[in-house]
């Protein structure tokens, strides 16, 4: 990952919308040398007196970053003690430090609320800049020489601000087959329309994105060749597919050839699970808390697939971070990394809208960073992994419990190149159970464990379902999805997830798909909803009629 | 401004935008009963869990609602004891209140971290949507019965979403012929044009705005009739103006004949200050700390201008509040108050844009809110009024020991119907003084002290200038600009502030104009500000040559 000769970004700026490019520089713009003169006595802007901001200070009880463990905790015979650990949210073993953030300091550079509480520039305040750069620098090492960092209100604010900066109405953008919703619905509204390319267990498809644009006739598609690219690459939403090197160099070099800015959205990087293996085949896991070091950060972040940036000798990749997996969707809080143009421009659309992001969580996100410090919040990460990790393992466990998972390699789709697992139904001994289940050894549905993200994404073999004929692939997968509902279990329903799903233009593939989270309930109701659903996707494959 | 019956708001559909209607509503709609079943297992969303959010609580020491005085403290001999007051940003004799969020709470309803930074509805907390439905009802009485309230990240993200949602490409949008820049440069990208109204002393002309609407033609315009407005009513920025009943009513009734829908901005409605007399003239203020009590809320709020909502029986008002000015702009936090099917466009655009506002202010602001209470929040609005009061009248005495002040009824202009200040060199007969000033009686420039915000709006009498010739206020403008700026002092430059400034089609009136801000920099700040200035102006109108 390390980079030897940086250069600067080169001129992209032909990718501006007519939007962007008609954005109006600062009036001021000629007169800001003035505004940073040394005592100046400043009566143009209408800032109220910090005196007049009712809060003296703020405090916070900071986890410490070593809380969670560096390796998933595992127990052979029973959950039980998982249950203690994470059922009761009262637990008040954590331990954590108190953190003040004062109305003034004395300190130049200090956080405090009379700076973060004004009016202040989008780019980020000071102290959060100096952190954010460095650890774009440490993790992500660009390859170009001129990234700029310019924060926004979390990925989703900041798609919608990268499309509108490089798309005009009546063009089209590059997305993978299945994808975020949200980033749909900000660009369809515009005229704007997601050009799906065909994925596999990797993610897009290097083959499929060079054909497509290789092949590209603006007439029969009624659009130019798309000029930007919109890309979930880590625990991707919502296949959990994750991209390796080669098919991002693949990708990179693809998008470089056809002139194609890469939007990279990647919330769940730091969620990189690792491979899943069935409970009897781990090893138990260390319980080391392990504290924060410099050589540990340095080493752990080797590990980490590379970002786009990293092969972004042009500039031509716009990253989307966010802390809202990392700290809390609450934050509010993400940033771009980009050229600087894209950056200037990006700038003055916020200007007009969202202004700087909240300063009280810029304040106190920034107050946690800096007293973590680089090293201490790469341990949080590293700790949030393996908490994710353990919830994954957790989950799949609980499918392994209720169904027969029978381990094949999936030869083409979503998952081709991977170890899909097939589920089937058990013959259960238990004398408790009063359902009867049948023996047949029908496969209701598969997945792939994810390496990285918050969800499993399930197709379900509905043709395998007694009354199914082609075209059915919708209404079942509602009828499914409500039947779970009425029994009080939420999964994600697949067809919101198809890229052109808003369009009303889907395509069908004999199966329907859940998307489901093992992120945010306890463990006791992950098991719980997986007996749930345990049941009720049996009695639906039995059903012979609709 | 009590309202005796209320109706539901009419049906103005007709004026939402093709891009507001294009945007879909949730597919998830339909499914949106099954997500608030107690006990649901909700495996659907992305959602991490609270347990990773790594903050224990927060707290923050809060001043109390009657922390400042509810009557202008005056001093006849000195201002040395202001000084005191506010001189010194250390002066730790703040009375202040602990408040604390804790991640988890017993009592259902009360605010929490693990809520508050999770993902949530952009309708706002619900302990926010509570007091804020009872504030509007109390402080504005909206004359319509369906009014609701959406959050936004404050008036400027406010304004960006209204006309984006009511206006298409190639309309245009009536606001007063001087106005926010911000507020035009959210609209010019996207081919959507001010079209100013002429003002006078109480902001917008009533004659005028019936003028232009009876009298538009579309061809010579080029545009059709504007169906939307934007409006500043209270301490307009920059021209200090405030709107009385009477004009409001007439502007009401204007836009209801021609159909338009007025959005309200209204950040200053608090800084209500009344009118400014001489210091000789002022009777000593009383020094009552005076606590809360319904009693005083309700009597003061019967003092205030009454909001445009209050005459709104049809729903066409969309008022745009915001807590940057009474709590702090960092909050990046105010709200919709509009008829419900605005609103519920206005949200879908949120969704894909900033979402809800950061959960870290909304926690923080509810807490000190309903801390306060409703009684206690009117309180400290109450004495920041007075704060700003004492600022706005300590800044034109600085202007008054400065400059010898003519009152003269303005008859024509933007001042018309109020007293004008006219302001001349005085004869300094101090022996500390080395320069010799003009006796001569020529005004140089003149003012009407504000009756509501932040700022004096100051005409230059340029055509007083030994050496102008109409046609050059704009090069002498930015000349004494720039004299000011390099002699430590920085004021609003006006021509930023003409509404069609960013067009490149400014009207010249021999005029300049600065907009002056007494609402941040310390009294002796200002007092230091005042006498620079009259130092440069006197030598500026001195010159004989540019």
Not at 53 to 61: G, H, T
Not at 212 to 240: A, K, T
């Given at each position: 990952?390390?980079?030897?000769?940086?250069?600067?970004?080169?001129?992209?700026?032909?990718?501006?919308?007519?939007?962007?490019?008609?954005?109006?520089?600062?009036?001021?713009?000629?007169?800001?040398?003035?505004?940073?003169?040394?005592?100046?006595?400043?009566?143009?802007?209408?800032?109220?007196s910090?005196?007049?901001?009712?809060?003296?200070?703020?405090?916070?009880?900071?986890?410490?970053?070593e809380?969670?463990?560096?390796?998933?905790?595992?127990?052979?015979?029973?959950?039980?003690?998982?249950?203690?650990?994470?059922?009761s949210?009262?637990?008040?073993?954590?331990?954590?430090?108190?953190?003040?953030?004062?109305?003034?300091?004395?300190?130049?550079?200090?956080?405090?609320l009379?700076?973060s509480?004004?009016?202040?520039?989008a780019?980020?305040q000071?102290?959060?800049?100096?952190?954010?750069?460095?650890?774009?620098?440490?993790?992500?090492?660009?390859?170009?020489?001129?990234?700029?960092v310019?924060?926004?209100?979390?990925?989703?604010?900041?798609?919608?601000?990268?499309?509108?900066?490089?798309?005009?109405?009546?063009?089209?953008?590059?997305?993978?087959?299945?994808?975020?919703?949200?980033?749909?619905?900000?660009?369809?509204?515009?005229?704007?329309?997601?050009?799906?390319?065909?994925?596999?267990?990797?993610?897009?498809?290097?083959?499929?994105?060079?054909?497509?644009?290789?092949?590209?006739?603006?007439?029969?598609?009624?659009?130019?060749?798309?000029?930007?690219?919109?890309?979930?690459?880590?625990?991707?939403?919502?296949?959990?597919?994750?991209m390796?090197?080669?098919?991002k160099?693949?990708?990179?070099?693809i998008?470089?050839?056809?002139?194609?800015i890469?939007?990279?959205?990647?919330?769940?990087?730091?969620?990189?699970?690792?491979?899943?293996?069935?409970?009897?085949?781990?090893?138990?896991?260390?319980?080391?808390?392990?504290?924060?070091?410099?050589?540990?950060?340095?080493?752990?972040?080797?590990?980490?697939?590379?970002?786009?940036?990293?092969?972004?000798?042009?500039?031509?990749?716009?990253?989307?971070?966010?802390?809202?997996?990392?700290?809390?969707?609450?934050?509010?809080?993400?940033?771009?990394?980009?050229?600087?143009?894209?950056?200037?421009?990006?700038?003055?659309?916020?200007?007009?809208?969202?202004?700087?992001?909240?300063?009280?969580?810029?304040?106190?996100?920034?107050?946690?960073?800096?007293?973590?410090?680089?090293?201490?919040?790469?341990?949080?990460?590293?700790?949030?992994?393996t908490?994710?990790?353990?919830?994954?393992?957790?989950?799949?466990?609980?499918?392994?419990?209720?169904?027969h998972?029978?381990?094949?390699?999936?030869?083409?789709?979503?998952?081709?190149?991977?170890i899909?697992?097939?589920?089937?139904?058990?013959?259960?001994?238990?004398?408790?159970?009063?359902?009867?289940?049948?023996?047949?050894?029908?496969?209701?549905?598969?997945?792939?464990?994810p390496?990285?993200?918050?969800?499993v994404?399930?197709?379900?073999?509905?043709?395998?379902?007694?009354?199914?004929t082609?075209?059915?692939?919708?209404?079942?997968?509602?009828?499914?999805?409500?039947?779970?509902?009425?029994?009080?279990?939420?999964?994600?329903?697949?067809?919101?997830?198809?890229?052109?799903?808003?369009d009303?233009?889907?395509?069908?593939?004999?199966?329907?798909?859940?998307?489901?989270?093992?992120?945010?309930?306890?463990?006791?109701?992950l098991?719980?909803?997986?007996?749930?659903?345990?049941?009720?996707v049996?009695?639906?494959?039995?059903?012979?009629?609709?």
């Amino acid at each position: 990952m390390s980079v030897e000769k940086r250069t600067k970004s080169i001129d992209l700026s032909h990718h501006l919308s007519e939007l962007s490019k008609a954005r109006a520089t600062s009036p001021l713009k000629g007169l800001m040398k003035y505004f940073s003169q040394p005592g100046i006595l400043a009566l143009g802007g209408g800032l109220p007196s910090p005196a007049y901001f009712p809060v003296s200070d703020i405090s916070a009880n900071v986890l410490v970053p070593e809380s969670f463990a560096l390796a998933p905790i595992e127990s052979s015979t029973s959950f039980t003690w998982l249950w203690k650990l994470f059922g009761s949210q009262n637990a008040t073993k954590e331990k954590t430090q108190a953190v003040t953030i004062p109305k003034y300091t004395t300190v130049d550079g200090d956080i405090n609320l009379a700076s973060s509480l004004q009016y202040g520039a989008a780019i980020a305040q000071q102290q959060l800049q100096v952190f954010l750069k460095n650890f774009i620098s440490e993790v992500y090492q660009p390859a170009f020489e001129d990234w700029t960092v310019l924060i926004d209100t979390g990925n989703t604010d900041g798609w919608s601000r990268a499309v509108t900066t490089l798309c005009n109405p009546g063009e089209g953008v590059l997305c993978e087959e299945w994808t975020y919703p949200s980033a749909i619905a900000s660009m369809l509204p515009s005229n704007i329309k997601p050009v799906p390319v065909a994925m596999d267990g990797l993610g897009m498809k290097s083959d499929a994105l060079e054909n497509l644009l290789s092949q590209w006739d603006p007439v029969s598609r009624q659009m130019p060749r798309p000029h930007v690219m919109y890309i979930v690459p880590v625990g991707q939403n919502p296949s959990g597919s994750t991209m390796s090197v080669e098919r991002k160099k693949q990708i990179y070099d693809i998008c470089v050839k056809y002139d194609v800015i890469i939007v990279e959205d990647d919330p769940y990087y730091f969620l990189q699970l690792g491979d899943y293996t069935f409970k009897g085949d781990r090893s138990p896991g260390a319980t080391a808390s392990g504290k924060p070091s410099a050589e540990e950060s340095k080493r752990y972040v080797s590990t980490l697939n590379p970002s786009f940036l990293n092969f972004d000798y042009q500039g031509r990749v716009i990253r989307l971070d966010t802390f809202s997996k990392t700290i809390a969707p609450g934050s509010r809080l993400g940033w771009f990394t980009c050229n600087p143009v894209f950056a200037e421009r990006l700038e003055r659309q916020g200007e007009t809208s969202t202004q700087a992001p909240c300063g009280f969580g810029q304040a106190v996100i920034t107050k946690i960073l800096t007293h973590w410090t680089y090293d201490g919040y790469i341990r949080w990460l590293r700790g949030l992994r393996t908490e994710y990790q353990q919830r994954r393992n957790f989950f799949i466990d609980c499918l392994a419990d209720e169904f027969h998972l029978n381990a094949v390699p999936a030869v083409a789709g979503v998952w081709q190149g991977c170890i899909a697992y097939e589920a089937s139904s058990k013959v259960k001994k238990s004398t408790s159970m009063t359902e009867k289940y049948s023996t047949r050894n029908r496969t209701m549905f598969s997945f792939v464990p994810p390496v990285a993200g918050m969800f499993v994404w399930m197709k379900l073999h509905l043709d395998q379902h007694p009354s199914f004929t082609p075209g059915d692939e919708d209404t079942l997968e509602t009828k499914l999805w409500t039947k779970l509902a009425e029994n009080g279990v939420l999964f994600g329903p697949g067809w919101m997830f198809a890229a052109n799903a808003l369009d009303g233009d889907s395509e069908n593939t004999n199966a329907g798909h859940f998307r489901i989270s093992f992120s945010n309930v306890d463990l006791p109701d992950l098991k719980k909803a997986v007996t749930i659903f345990g049941r009720v996707v049996r009695e639906f494959f039995e059903e012979e009629g609709l």
